[in-house]
């Protein structure tokens, strides 16, 4: 039996000791060599020695060597979830994170890792006392309002989840009070973020160049205002916290209900007599919940009282109804009606968001009558006196608007003055929360950004409501009737990708797609590149991203008031958590940098600041760069910086997280209960997964790429386009295709089927001129470029999302494995429960439509159809065509079997005019399917003779290449399947994706499937055997083909 001894780690702080196990009949082990990096001083004690090996060890393990200067998002999101019972360990990777945010390739990979984080914030931080995943988001938010804006999204479709009740006016079975108003306060603290930004950015720049600050202290100063505008924030909606602690610790029985209400009420009274300035007590005058004293009067952020009212859904037909007496509570730009005040037990009934809601008197049968409308619901409320009336609208009015984002502040007069409020009052009113010219553009831009979003996908739920054969006409007026906002663009991008504003739209160009539930819509617009930003006297840059273009364009905050504050006044605020003790600056008019003390058991925020320079909001030298490392630093062997980091902050690292990390059963779930998954269970580091951007082409040369940019060029900056398409740069036309090996005389052959004989190129370029001939593009200084996407409405978009963000996924570790397999990942945006846009999918159509053309051959099927355009077999333009087929098939067979995709009728699997195979519509994922248990779809992934033949058939050379390719593709999906079980995991936790949902795929069920489906319990030597079966058992399967039959007779899908 082998003997275990256990070695003491010292632990810092003075906490108590972890143990670990060593094995001591196992010298090689115990005498393991250390990386260069953790050599010790000579004079260390054993027990130092001990610390900085556990160090190094987490260094090793977590962050790896074969980073290469990169932050591992993935296995940065994977420790939060597993540690999700520890928020010091949350915070912090949340402190790593943020410090290196800097850097565009860290930024992807927080933006790819959105869905998880966001999923995370909304039900992991519930329940913890510090907002820590919170103030991240609004640090990072802060360097994008991009990032803002989709988190922006994500929240909203969780309200509509969690909301009391639906659209239609119905009681919503999903109502969690809970995770509604941590949605709503979340909302807020975005908005809130991005009006504000980081004030004093520009004056410590200045400082800086006088030299008043070293380089230090400006980014430590630059640093510190913009977490503690984060936590201001977070702490102005802190009152969130407390609501949902008063409802834990209400307990009231409803015989002892009156009483209490009445006792509640003598209180008040008595309260209100003591208090000259208070309220009156009548319960149907506002009371004021939340507010704080100064010399202007009283700041308020939330206030209550009893009314009558009367509501209606505005998609229903109004039927009227008896007058109710509710109580209604305004708060974070929120009315919420309870059936009675919610301190004395009192029940969330119905919410309504307040931005750009209407709010005006009505005259009806009743006195002192007022309405208040928004985009679903609109509310008849009744108060007791013209007083009250007066008040109330005040408040509803004031949430409604822009200066809502900061606490109201009404003097006393104000609150009980006896004539009504009217316009000219609320223009001659002078208030201290009115926006500053910088901040109300800010402003202007996330609001008009979200209605220009959702009026796009607006247009596609009106017609959805018309008959089918006037759509089409009706489309291009209604979508002409879009107002375009000054500064705004279509969000399917990165931060880090070109910023490209919305100019015009093409409306006579808008194509309408009738289906029985929806219809989805496909726009043109018309976006410029290269314009001056802002008053800028710089070289335009055309190639400037999404981040840095909306930095430059609102980076000046308003300075004439401002007095700037030495660090140490907030130095208490310098960390994502709880600050340490309080202690008096002796110096606070001098500049300086807080030092820390050496028994200080918390984390010190020591994170550089990302924005380094003036003029970027990245800290490369360069847009090229794809690493936080200087060339420099890249030279050194190791991760030297990542080193550095650690050096720094573990030496303040709690000792529980280290205690804990050193424990294999530390990921253990003790409070969560349950059936560990694989990943809690497994103990194997995690492996390095590049998200990339591109898939693997090989053999690529200047014939695959049609491009002229390195002719065209605006203020010296050489034009770059990522994709296809064209580009109008006054006089000159340019155009982008690939090729693929594919000549261009078998593209235009392939063209006159998949597209109607006008590639994207093409059309991209008839169109542009089209609008230079007609005088609507008179700018001859910038370049034009069309852009067009896909909106839809009546459908959640939200498990697209992610079904999307695993392929993106599974084709990295394809390529990380070298495995040279296609997929094609485009762009999905869910910006609501029932709404969303799409990539448009470019020179390419679905088999279904490809077999109904009149240029399909007759018979043949798909290898006709391939010889007719690309050639005879022997040919290198088929040869080419054929590899993209066989590449294509193998992606998409691969990532069909992994993610359980279902509904794979010919509607939904499309061609290129390449050859490529391309699968959309993931609405059947992880296993469901139509029909559930009933479900004819029983192969592992669908592969049809049509398939085989274009491939050579089962015994050639194609196949074989095909059955490669995916023996190869299982085996690098296994080998990486700790990362993808965690973004499974992360999102079925709480989930409301029908994937995850229910009686047949809830309670973990997917997720046990899916590791089946990796094979994660079969032997390394037997995998292949598997993988050659499961290609045995699809080929035209009974299944398979009986399932096209039906979508045949049931949809007219071809087959």
């Known amino acids: 039996m082998t003997a275990v ?41 054993p027990a130092t020695r001990k610390h900085e090996e556990f160090k190094n060890q987490l260094v090793h393990d977590v962050f790896g060597r074969d980073n290469k200067g990169r932050v591992p998002m993935e296995k940065v999101t994977m ?22 945010s800097g850097s565009r390739s860290t930024y992807d990979g927080i933006e790819f890792y959105l869905p998880q984080i966001a999923h995370m914030i909304i039900h992991l931080e519930a329940d913890w006392d510090e907002a820590i995943l919170e103030r991240f988001a609004l640090v990072i938010a802060q360097q994008s309002q991009h990032f803002a804006l989709q988190l922006t999204w994500i929240l909203e479709g969780a309200i509509e989840d969690y909301q009391p009740e639906t659209v239609e006016g119905k009681p919503n079975p999903g109502y969690n009070q809970l995770f509604y108003h941590r949605c709503i306060t979340l909302l807020s603290n975005i908005e809130r973020c991005v009006v504000y930004g980081s004030p004093r950015s520009m004056e410590l720049q200045r400082m800086y160049e006088k030299g008043d600050i070293s380089r230090d202290e400006y980014e430590q100063m630059k640093l510190e205002d913009r977490l503690n505008n984060a936590k201001q924030i977070t702490t102005h909606g802190a009152n969130f916290r407390n609501l949902m602690q008063r409802m834990k610790d209400t307990k009231i029985s409803l015989p002892d209900l009156k009483l209490e209400r009445k006792k509640g009420r003598e209180k008040e009274s008595a309260t209100a007599a003591s208090s000259p300035t208070s309220a009156p007590s009548d319960p149907g005058s506002p009371t004021i919940m939340t507010a704080t004293s100064n010399d202007k009067g009283k700041q308020i952020s939330k206030y209550g009282g009893t009314l009558l009212y009367k509501r209606r859904a505005r998609t229903s037909f109004y039927k009227p109804k008896r007058w109710k007496s509710r109580y209604f509570e305004i708060e974070e730009r929120m009315l919420y009606c309870y059936n009675f005040q919610p301190s004395y037990g009192g029940q969330l009934r119905r919410a309504m968001p307040l931005e750009g809601a209407t709010v005006e008197e009505f005259e009806g049968k009743y006195p002192f009558m007022f309405v208040v409308r928004n985009h679903h619901f609109e509310y008849i409320i009744r108060a007791k006196s013209e007083k009250d009336m007066s008040l109330w609208i005040r408040l509803l009015r004031g949430e409604s608007e822009a200066n809502a984002l900061i606490p109201h502040i009404l003097s006393t007069d104000e609150m009980f003055q006896e004539k009504k409020v009217t316009g000219e009052d609320e223009t001659k009113r002078s208030s201290p929360n009115t926006l500053t010219p910088s901040q109300a553009a800010r402003y202007e831009f996330f609001r008009n950004e979200r209605d220009f979003v959702a009026a796009v996908c607006d247009v596609a739920e009106v017609l959805r409501f018309r008959e089918p054969s006037d759509r089409k006409k009706v489309a291009p007026g209604l979508v002409s009737d879009i107002k375009l906002p000054p500064c705004g663009y279509v969000p399917l991008c990165k931060s880090t990708d070109i910023w490209r504003r919305v100019d015009s739209v093409m409306a006579s160009e808008t194509r309408v797609f009738n289906t029985n539930e929806r219809c989805p819509m496909i726009y043109y617009f018309i976006a410029k590149r290269g314009e001056p930003v802002g008053g800028t006297l710089e070289p335009r840059n055309p190639n400037l991203d999404v981040a840095e273009y909306l930095h430059t364009l609102f980076k000046v905050p308003d300075l004439e008031n401002r007095r700037l504050t030495s660090i140490g006044e907030h130095a208490d605020e310098l960390q994502l958590g709880d600050s340490g003790d309080d202690s008096d600056d002796k110096d606070k008019g001098e500049v ?38 200087s060339s420099s630093m890249r030279e050194i062997k190791g991760n ?80 770059i386009s990522a994709g296809t398409g064209s580009i109008v740069f006054g006089d000159t036309v340019k155009k982008f295709e690939h090729h693929d090996g594919v000549s261009k005389e078998s593209l235009d052959r392939a063209k006159a089927v998949v597209c109607g004989g006008e590639s994207w190129a093409e059309q991209s370029a008839r169109m542009l001129q089209s609008a230079k001939n007609k005088g609507e593009e008179k700018d001859s200084s910038t370049l034009h470029e069309m ?51 799409l990539e448009f999918l470019t020179d390419a159509t679905s088999i279904d439509s490809l077999y109904k053309s009149d240029k399909f051959p007759k018979v043949g099927g798909l290898r006709a159809y391939f010889e007719e355009v690309y050639g005879s077999p022997t040919s290198k333009c088929f040869l080419a065509a054929q590899r993209n087929f066989i590449r294509s098939l193998a992606g998409y067979s691969l990532v069909a079997y992994l993610l359980g995709l279902k509904d794979r009728h010919n509607g939904n699997i499309m061609i290129d005019t390449r050859g490529h195979i391309i699968h959309i519509d993931f609405g059947f994922a ?14 592992p992934f669908k592969l049809t003779k049509d398939y085989i033949d274009v491939m050579g058939g089962p015994f050639s050379e194609g196949f074989k290449e095909f059955q490669k390719l995916f023996v190869d593709g299982l085996k690098a999906a296994r080998s990486n399947s700790l990362n993808a079980l965690g973004l499974v995991e992360i999102m079925m936790y709480k989930s409301n ?11 973990g069920v997917s997720l046990k499937r899916f590791e089946k489906r990796l094979m994660l319990d079969v032997p390394d030597n037997k995998v292949e055997i598997k993988a050659r079966k499961l290609i045995k058992t699809s080929i035209d399967h009974a299944g398979t083909k009986l399932y096209d039959v039906f979508q045949f007779h049931s949809n007219g899908y071809a087959y």
């Not at 994170?607 to 490392?629: A, G, H, I």
């Not at 280290?658 to 990921?667: E, F, K, L, N, S």
């Not at 992880?926 to 029983?938: D, I, Q, T, V």
């Not at 994706?993 to 309670?1003: A, V």
Request: negative net charge; glycine residues 4%; contains cysteine.
């Open 640 to 719: 030297q910086q990542f080193r550095e980091f650690m050096q720094e902050s573990f030496a303040k690292l709690p000792s529980k997280i280290a205690t804990r990390m050193t424990r294999p059963d530390g990921r253990a779930q003790s409070k969560r209960g349950g059936r560990m998954s694989y990943l809690d269970r497994n103990s194997a580091p995690l492996l390095n997964v590049p998200i990339i951007d591109t898939p693997i082409i090989e053999n690529a040369n200047d014939d695959d790429y049609d491009s002229a940019a390195d002719s065209l060029s605006l203020d010296g900056q050489s034009i």
């Open 592 to 629: 300086k940098v807080e030092e820390q003390d050496e028994d200080y058991d918390e984390f010190e925020l020591t994170m550089e600041d990302p924005t380094e320079r003036q003029n970027s909001v990245w800290s490369e030298d360069s847009k090229s760069s794809k690493s936080f490392l």
């Open 79 to 100: 420790l939060i979830w597993q540690f999700r019972d520890d928020p010091a360990v949350v915070q912090f990777m949340a402190q790593f994170v943020a410090r290196f």
């Open 787 to 837: 852009v067009t996407m896909m909106a839809k409405s009546n459908d959640d978009l939200r498990q697209e999302v992610f079904v999307m963000q695993m392929i993106h996924y599974f084709e990295s570790v394809f390529a990380k494995a070298n495995i040279p397999v296609w997929l094609k990942t485009y762009r999905i945006l869910s910006t609501s429960k029932s709404t969303g846009m």
């Open 5 to 45: 001894q256990t070695t003491q780690i010292e632990s810092p702080a003075g906490a108590a000791p972890a143990t670990k196990p060593t094995n001591s009949n196992n010298p090689a082990k115990k005498q393991q060599p250390q990386p260069s990096y953790a050599k010790q001083q000579p004079s260390a004690s």
């Open 993 to 1003: 994706y029908p994937c995850f949902s229910g009686t047949r795929y809830g309670g």
């Open 926 to 939: 992880f296993g469901m399917a139509p029909g559930h248990e009933w479900s004819m779809e029983r192969a």
